[in-house]
Every structure is written in structure tokens, then in C-alpha cells.
RNA sequence: GUGAAUGUAGCUCAGUUGGCAGAGCACCAGGUUGUGGCCCUGGGGGCCGAGGGUUCAAGCCCCUUCAUUCACCCCA
């Protein structure tokens, strides 16, 4: 085995594969597009500043998951984990963020992360991603998740669970976590998982999210934080959920739903299936106001979200390949006859008509050209052997029908 | 980073107590003198992931290593 394989956790999509990412980037343009949102595409490559100030520091993505390198010029740079921050960073960049005014983005492609591998999860992982900066209103939140709903719908997806969640804002999350840990430590440290341990100190909402039944049954009695919300927060996410409802979206409201960068606050939401392996999340989001002013531009709020395109991918009908018009199948196999050249040049003319089809390259019996045809499920089969060529003709076979005629070549021109 | 499972034909996988390397699909040819799909017959294809060890004999047992997959963790 010395051909060399592909890295890990890297995927290449065939066609097979890639038409349902080609079907979801099309829904994607139309379904945002009818919501304003314009597309944005920003490099692969960022400093890695921007996604340790951004995402921040003490997240598992900035702590251990990042491809990060030095480049020729002594630059710490670093592909992009997510989209978020490449997306602020332009938009700021170009001066595009006026407060009062909301810019709407979609951008879609890869993400890299350097996770193990598993159903569900690639080290290079496509995202779509949407986001509108520039507005506080919980409208906007709301808007932004019926898109989000829009976009699932329109894919054919359904099975699906929206959870919402409000994590409060710089003043009151930081007495919840207090809450949390003081809660946490007063309990029996044993009964706790060993993670769990560790994370009631570094970051206690990830205990909310243990799936370990004793934790569980621990975090029954926490503190919820929907109790420790601001006046503000705990107003904001009822107007959000207000709207929520009167567009008949169907919801639940999950108080322990955390998410895995620092940069989220106030309304955050995750959608969840059941039928993709154990990385349940096919899509996650919320408000980020504060990080657009932590990236270097002015005081603007936003909220945004990202799907999951492979596990969008594995949710979806597979799209079937489209039907071709024509096989021209050269059986005239004698030395130098020019056969295969005037076939080049008669499937040339026939896709200068808008028909598609390929030319045959291969030899074999006409038997094995016709099962070919068959198998590639074509319209027409075109054949030119040795008795067409010589006439200046071609048989015309309809492989649905079964009926052929023989026609001109000339009168193609 | 941790754990478990799996690496045999182009693909999906059998392979018994260690004893000649197998099937289905795909490919090629014939049955049908130039005609697909269904059927029948035949054919080509393999360093059994790699390296070492035990044995008269290893796809199978032992050790090492690489790869893949699933799960933990984390997230989309």
C-alpha cells in the first residue's frame, strides 16, 4: 500500500455525496435570500487572535482543537474552527456595522477542527451560517430562527427538536455560575463524575449538560437559570418567546443548554435529531451582543447561527443524478478508421444543442457499449461503428423504447 | 487525549479445531455472426493492512505498528 491516502478526518465528496451539498447550498441562497441576507465569503485562514478573542480562550475549540500555524512571515495564523468571528472581522473591517442598521450575511464551507473523528464529526466539517448584526430586538432573534426553521423545512428535514435557552448577559451570568458552583460544591464531591468535577470549578453550566445518570439525577435540584436572569434578560427572552410562539413554531425551552463558545448571550437555541449517531446537534445558535465591540468595532449586538452540513447531509433524501440525454458509443474499433474523432465532434454538436451525454472511450463488444449505456440509464444511445462510419451515418437507439433509426451525421451541422 | 471494535478481490463481506484463497455485486467474454435491462455458462482479477515471532505448516495463535470505524469528551 504505497498510494497515498487522505488525512484524518478528512472527507472527499463524489458526486453521490457532493449533489446533496450542491441541493443544500441552493436551498440555502434561496431561503435566506428571501430574508435579505446576502452572502459573504471570508479566507479559510484568519489570525489566530481573532478566534482566541473571539470564541475565547478557555473554550475546548481555542484551547485544543484549533489548526494553528506559523506562516512564513512569523504570523500565528489558524484555520477557521467556525464562521462568527471571519464574518464580524470582515464585516467590521469593511466598515460595514452603523448602529441602527442591520447587516444581513450567509457564508457557507469549511471549518476545521482537530477533534477525533467520529459519525457526525470531521476534522474539516462544512458549516452554513447566517447572521444579522446590528439589531437588539428579540424580533430579530425570532426572525433569524424562522429562518433558520424556513431553511430545515425546505430541505425536506422533519424529526427535528428545537430547544431555546437564555444564558443571560455580563451581569447576571456571572452570579449564576457562582450560584451554580456554590450549589455544586455543597453536594458530595463524590457523587459527582470525574469531569464533572473538574468543570463545576472551570465552567459550571457544562455539569448542566452531563449525560452521566448520576450527575443527572444532581443537576435535577441545581439552580435553573432562568431564576438568576436580570430584569432585562429575564424580559428579553419572554418577548423572544412570546414571538416564538404566535409563529407556531414548536419548541421546548431547555434550561441547561449550553454552548461550547464564550461569546454567546441572552437567546441561544440548538436543533437536535435523534437519527444521526450520538453528535445529536444538526444546527446551534444565538445573540452575541458585545462580541462585534470585543473584535475592534463599534458597540453592535447580533445573533447567528450554523448548520451542520454533513449532518444535514445525512438527514436529507440523496438527490438523484440527472438523466443524460446521449451515450455515443464508438464500436468501430478497426486502425485509424477516424471513428472516434468524428464521434468527439458529433457529441460536440449535440451539447452545442443543450443536450448532455458522454462519448465512449472504452472498447468492447457492443453488447458490453449497450449495457454500459443501459447501466449510465441515458436517454439515447448513439452508435457509430464500422457500417455507420462508412456511410457517413449513426444509429440512433431509444433505450426506453427499444426502437432505433439511422440517421445522416451531416445533419447535424 | 481515553476506550472498544474492525483491516481478506474494484465494492460489501464469509473463511470452522492452524492444512490448496472464497461468495455476492461490479468488470470481461460466450450463449445470441452488430444491440442494453432478465436468465444461463465461463474468465480475469489477492504480498489476507505492514513488520516481527511461534509452528512441519499462519488469513487464523503471540508481539509491535499503521489505518479505519464507533463511543467518551466536545460540538455543527
Redesign the pocket.
Known sequence: ?SAI?????F?DLFPEDSRSFTRMEAVARATFGRYGFGELRTPLLERTELFAKGIGED???VGK?MYTFTDRGERSVTLRP?ATAGVLRAAIEAGGIETGRAARYYTFGPMF?Y????????RQ?H?INAELIGSPEPAADVEVILMLQDFLTSLGIADLSFELNSLGCRECRPAYRSALTSYFEALDAEKLCE?CRR?MHTNPL?VL????PACKALVAGAPVISDHLCPGCRDNFAAVLALVDRAGLKYSVNPRL????DYYQRTTF??TSGAI?????????GRYDGLVQLLGGPDAPGVGF???M??LAMLMQKPEAAQLDFFLAV?DTREGSGALAAALLLAHKLRSRGLSGECDY???????R??????LNVRKCY?L????FDAGQV?V??????D?LRLDIAAFD
Open positions: 500500500m491516502q487522505k488525512i484524518k478526518g472527507s473554550t475546548d475549540v482543537e467556525e477542527r477533534e477525533r473523528p467520529q459519525k457526525g464529526r470531521l466539517f458549516q469531569d468543570r457544562r449538560d452531563c449525560k452521566v449550553v454552548r461550547g463558545l440548538e436543533v449517531g450520538s453528535q445529536t446537534a444538526v444546527a446551534g445558535g450554523a448548520c451542520g454533513e449532518r464500436t472504452a472498447a468492447g463488444s457492443m453488447k458490453s449497450l449495457r454500459h449505456a443501459g447501466r452508435i461503428g464500422a457500417e455507420e444509429t437507439k431509444d433505450m426506453e423504447e427499444g432505433q
